[in-house]
Structure formats: C-alpha cells, structure tokens
C-alpha cells in the first residue's frame, strides 16, 4: 500500500480494512478454484476508487475447495487487527454466493448492529465486495453455479479482546469492516486541525451558512433523505465541541448540525467528543429520557441492557414511548447545545436514525427546521 497522507506534520502511509482483505482472499480462492492455477497476488478495486495490489498468502488448493489469506495492513496508523491473517475458503455451490464467519470471526448476539442477530460481523460494504469479486471470477471463467464463502481469522477471538466487540455483544472474533475499504491515518489533533482550516476557507469564500454533519451516516442522510445541498457542507466527527467552538470564532452567521442518534445521543448528557474512547453515556442517557416520558422500570432495564441505540430505540417503541423520549431527548440536547451556542450564532440540531426498521429524524431542537430551508435542494416535480 503505497497510497500517502499528510498527518501531524508527517507523511504517513495508508492501510487497508480487514473487509478488503476478505474480498481479495475470496477472490484469489474463487480464481483458483475455478482455474486450477495458483495465484501469488490480487488486484482489488475499493470502494473508494483505490486499487490495491496484495499478496496471496497460506494457499491450500483442492479439487473441491481452495483457502488462502491476505495479511491486513493499517498503515503507519495501525490499530489491534494490523498484522492478522484474513482467510477465505472458497466451495462450488448449485447456485448464489453465500458468505459466513468462520474462526475469528464474530458472531452477532444483540440486535441494533449492522447485521442481524446470529449473522457473522461481516459488515454490509465487505460483504457487497466479496459478492462482486468472487461473481467476477465467476463470469471471467464462464461458471454458472454458485460459491460458498466462509471468512475466518485464526487470531481473530484473541485480537477482539481488545475491541469494543465484547461490549457490543459481538462474540468469538473481530469484526469484517470498512465502508471505504482504506484505513487513512488520522489523529485527534490532526481532525480537528482539519476541520479547522476547512471552516476557514469555507467562511472567507463568502459562505456565512454552515451545515456540519456527523461522519458518513450523516452525509448520507442529509443528502438522500432530507436532500440537502452537500456542496458547502462540513463534516465533524466525533469532535462535535471543538467544531462548534471553531465556527463560533470563525464568524458563522448560522450552524446546523445533523447526526446520527448514535453519536449525538451524547449530546443529552453534555459530551461533545462523542469517541467511545472518551465517553460513552448513550443508553444513560435514553434511559433518563425515558424516565422522564413516563417507562416503568423494566422498560428502563431493557433500555440499559442494549448495546446500540437502534435496539434501544426497539425497546422504546415496544414500550410505546418512543416518541415522547425522543421529545425530551432533544430538549436535553437544546439545553446543552444552547449553553454553547446562544448568543453567538444561530443554530438547529437534528437527530435522526436510519436502520432497516425506520429511516427519520427522531428529533430536533433550536431552529433545525427553519435552517434547513437554507439547504434544501429544489427539486421539480
């Protein structure tokens, strides 16, 4: 991986995500099996429009299935999986490519997460690319049938005692991530430098309106759902404080920021880094909220036993006040977001989740509604 980024006053190499080494072991397995020739490296095509060319390693090839690894690489920024094997085996099928977890792999135990209970934490995006690898492979060697998959990681359980898998009630191994397939180096300090000059330039080209939306999720859904205008917009992480304190000084005239609950939940208990390594609060805080919309105390203890906050969410509609605490949700994050911003700008939150079961704002607070008109992409009927 020779892909560079400039972090810290340093040019720092990228990685690749464990959902990129699965695909491209599938692919190589998939190649093989279907050729009978071995194949040392793979070329792979990311989500983010980055080829990476990776080594093929521990090949056993058979005439019924073949397996082979590629080792996953974080870059000069590594986190706990640098350095793992990613396995793939791959097995003739009548028909279709289904994927599953092997050793290593996690198991989802608790709902809310990107995959469904009893599934592999073989995240959406990885498995989108190990389905049109091995299809590819397929139709290049004019096979009709189907694959079977099975991703597996022999340090895998090890190396996820030090995630935040066991607390997420994913068990038995790491996690197949990566929407982006490249890990780009980052650092605190270095994100919110970013932001930083980005507000700047953003204000000095005459733009006194600013969106902020919170990660990827919150691009997506301020594009696709509330159809917003992208083109000006700031994302901000999980540094929601110091962004904010950022457009203040810079001179905005208005501020609307759009998050998922996930992340912005926090806000409800005054955290403005929302990182799960600094704090996390999210179901404490639904919990109160839920207090205050009238649960009775066993819906309160199934709030606090969730480990995401779609499955919360789950809970409280099953309790049939969800909307009510959503309600006194985004008062408590006014109350807070108004300690901070009022006086000095004009400003509006929106909250929203967007899973399987419901895609919506959850709730607002300050001028969320009326700033959005700002945003809004006229479309023709």
């Not at 990476?52 to 590594?78: F, N």
């Amino acid at each position: 991986m020779d892909e560079i980024r400039f972090v810290n006053n340093k040019f720092m190499r990228c990685g690749y995500t464990t959902g990129s080494c699965a695909a491209a072991a599938a692919k190589a397995a998939a190649r093989m099996l279907l050729t009978g020739q071995r194949v040392e490296n793979v070329k792979l095509m990311t989500p983010k429009g980055i080829e990476l060319d990776l080594e093929i390693e521990e090949i056993a090839m058979g005439p019924e299935e073949v397996s082979c690894a590629v080792r996953k690489d974080g870059g000069d920024d590594p986190d706990t999986t640098h350095g793992v094997l990613v396995h793939a085996r791959v097995r003739r099928s009548p028909q279709g490519i289904t994927i599953d977890g092997g050793v290593g792999v996690g198991r989802v135990t608790m709902p809310g997460l990107d995959q469904p209970v009893g599934n592999a934490a073989i995240n959406h995006v990885p498995r989108q690319m190990i389905t049109e690898n091995v299809a590819g492979e397929c139709a290049a060697a004019g096979y009709t049938g189907g694959m079977d998959v099975l991703i597996y990681v022999p340090q895998g359980e090890e190396v996820a005692k030090q995630t935040f898998n066991p607390h997420l009630g994913i068990v038995g191994g790491i996690s197949i991530l990566g929407t982006g397939g490249i890990v780009e180096p980052m650092s605190d300090k270095a994100l919110k430098e970013s932001v930083a000059v980005e507000l700047n330039v953003l204000h000095k080209s005459g733009c006194e309106n600013l969106l902020l939306t919170v990660g990827n999720y919150g691009d997506t859904f301020a594009g696709e759902v509330l159809r917003a205008d992208l083109s000006k917009r700031v994302k901000c992480s999980n540094f929601i404080g110091d962004t904010l304190d950022q457009a203040i000084a810079v001179g905005f005239e208005t501020l609307l920021l759009i998050g998922h609950i996930g992340k912005t939940v926090k806000l409800g208990a005054g955290i403005m880094d929302t990182h799960s390594h600094h704090a996390d609060g999210r179901m404490d805080v639904l919990t109160t909220c839920a207090l205050e919309a009238g649960a009775d105390i066993p819906a309160m203890k199934a709030v606090m036993a969730c480990a995401t906050t779609d499955a919360a969410l789950d809970v409280l509609e099953q309790a049939g006040i969800l909307e009510p605490t959503m309600e006194e949700l985004g008062r408590r994050i006014g109350k807070y977001l108004g300690r901070k911003l009022d006086g000095h700008i004009r400003w509006g939150c929106m909250v929203f989740t967007n899973n399987e079961k419901r895609s919506r704002v959850l709730c607002t607070c300050g001028e969320a509604q009326e700033l959005l008109k700002i945003w809004s992409i006229k479309h023709d009927d």
